[in-house]
C-alpha cells in the first residue's frame, strides 16, 4: 500500500474494501530454492518486517503454524508454506535485529519460536491500540480506523492445514501483512504523541520474552458442562474420558471436539453406564461417528467406576496460591477488604485520566494479591510485590503511589464488587 493511498483514504466517508495487495499475491514459497530467494530479498530490503501466522485451531491437534506471512520494504510479501518449510531460522537471521511487527503478537510468537524464529524486538498494534484506550482492537477495526479500508476476516477460522490452499485464502493472509507496516508507523506516531511510546515498548518487550504458559492443573476439569457433574464417581468418568480423547486427538493430529465433544463426556458421567449398552442408550452417543468408537469410550468409563475411592478426583478444583474469593474477604481479613475497595478507586481514577484499560495499567491478579498479602513497608513493600509479579516499570510508577496511600489511608470504595 502507498503513501498516498494510505492518505487518500482518509478522506473517505466509508471504508474502502481492500481486496488484493498492491504488488498482487505472490506463489506460495514450499520448496527450498523458493525459501532461499525469499531470504535473500528479505537481507536486501530495509526497515521493520510485518508478520503474521495461521493455524488450524478447531481443526488440528495443537496449535501449530500452517502458513506464514511477513512483508518487508524492498522484499514484498512472503506466504510460506510452514509444513513444506518447517526451518524458518535462515529467514530470521536475514531480518537480523529489525522490529517485527505483529496483531496480537502473544499469539504468534510461540509458533515462530516452533519455526526457529526469534525476533530481536517487537511492535504490536493491537496492544497499541490498547494503550491509546480505542474501544476496538481487532484488526479491521484498527485498519479501518487508522487507513480507511475494510479488511475481510473472514477466513480466520479456516482449517489452514488444508492443501492446496484456495487463492482466496491466500489473499486473505496476504492483506494481513499489507496493512501492518502502514499501521506501525502510524500508531508509533500516536502513542508518542500522547506520550505513551515508552509504556508501549515495555509492553512489547515483555511479550517478546515471556516464557510459554505453565500446564494447567487437572486441564480435564475445563470440560464444558462438568460443573453439573456433582459427585467424585462422575468426576472421575470425565477425567478418564478427557485423557482418553486427549490421547485419541494427539494421535490423529484432530482437535479435541472433533473426536469426542464436552457434551457427550458429560452426559456419560452423569449417566455412569454400567455396560457399552447403557453407554449407547446415552443420545450423545447415538450418532454415527460416536457410536462407531463406543467401546473404546467405555473402556475409559470401565476404568473410572472400577478406581478405589482414595483415587477419585476431588470434587473441588486444587486451590491455587492466590487469595481466596472475594466474596470472604469482608469477614476474614476486613482490612484487606478495605485495601481493594480504596486501591479499585485510584485505580479507575487513573484509568480515566490516562485513557486506558484498567487491566493493561495493572494486571487484576497482582493488584488483588497485593492487598491481600500486604502487612506494611509502605510503597517500597508495593514497588518490589508488583515486580516481582511481572509489572512493568511503567505501570509500577503509576500505580504504587497511588495503591501507598489507598493502603494507608482505605477510607474509600469498602464496598468493593464482587470477583
Known sequence: MTESAASSVDQATDPIPLTEPEGGVPDIVDTPEAFAEVCAAFAGGTGAVAADAERASGFRYGQAT????????????ALIDTAAITDLSPLGEAIGSATWVFHAASQDLPGMRELGLEPARVFDTELAARLLGWPRVGLAAVVERELGFALAKEHSAQDWSTRPLPHDWLVYAALDVEVLLDLHTRLATHLAAADKLVWAQQEFEAVRLAPPPAPREDPWRRTSGSHQVRDARSLAIVRSLWEARDAEARRRDTSPGRV???????????????????????????????????????????????????QLPARRAPQGDGPP?????????????????????????????????AENLLQPDALRRACWEYRGGGEPWIREFLAGRGARPWQIDLTAPELAEAFENPTAGTDAAGD
Open 66 to 77: 500452517y502458513l506464514a506471512q511477513f512483508k518487508r520494504a524492498g522484499a514484498g510479501i
Open 325 to 357: 474469593q472475594q466474596r470472604v474477604w469482608k469477614d476474614k481479613r476486613p482490612e484487606a477488604f478495605a485495601r481493594l475497595g480504596a486501591s479499585r478507586a485510584r485505580i479507575a481514577a487513573l484509568v480515566d485520566r490516562l485513557d486506558i484499560p
Open 260 to 310: 469426542l465433544r464436552d457434551q457427550a463426556i458429560v452426559a456419560a458421567a452423569q449417566a455412569k453406564p454400567g455396560s457399552l449398552d447403557d453407554l449407547l442408550k446415552v443420545r450423545e452417543f447415538q450418532s454415527k461417528g460416536t457410536r462407531r468408537r463406543a467401546a473404546q469410550w467405555y473402556t475409559a468409563v470401565e476404568a473410572a467406576m472400577a478406581l478405589p475411592e482414595d
